[in-house]
């Protein structure tokens, strides 16, 4: 049973730092990639960033490259977002999520193709 949740957020002013973390339980893809999504509305989710276990390679929207960095514990099975400068278009719900061995639902990160089978609850920031 696949279990990510997240911790981290939380109000801060502009110009403020969150480290935004991602507990990974039960994941047993080792080539698998984990990601972070901001949703937007009801329905739609952005993807901020992503990072592929294995290598460690990862990707961050264009968007915020300057100012956040994913990075990960693999000991911890943590993913962690840092978030730094943050600005009020940066509130929302940060939702961590793994790719599926089978694909799952796909998103676009850097112009490859991942399907995430396994979602977070997500953790509330709040820019003001």
């Known amino acids: 049973h696949v279990q990510l949740v997240e911790s981290g957020g939380g109000s801060v002013q502009v110009g403020g730092s969150l480290r935004l973390s991602c507990m990974i339980s039960?994941?047993?893809?080792?080539?698998?990639?984990i990601a972070w999504f901001r949703q937007v509305s009801e329905k739609e989710r952005e993807g901020v960033g992503i990072?592929?276990?294995?290598?460690?390679?990862?990707y961050v929207a264009d968007s915020v490259k300057d100012r956040f960095t994913i990075s990960r514990d693999k000991a911890e099975n943590t993913v962690f977002l840092q978030m730094d400068s943050l600005q009020p278009e940066d509130s929302g719900m940060y939702i961590c999520?793994?790719?599926?061995?089978?694909?799952?639902?796909?998103?676009?990160?850097?112009?490859?193709?991942?399907?995430?089978?396994?979602w977070g609850q997500g953790t509330q920031v709040t820019v003001s």
């Open positions: 990072i592929y276990y294995r290598g460690g390679s990862t």
């Open positions: 039960g994941y047993d893809y080792p080539s698998g990639s």
């Open positions: 999520a793994a790719e599926g061995p089978n694909g799952g639902t796909f998103y676009k990160f850097g112009g490859i193709r991942v399907g995430f089978a396994y």
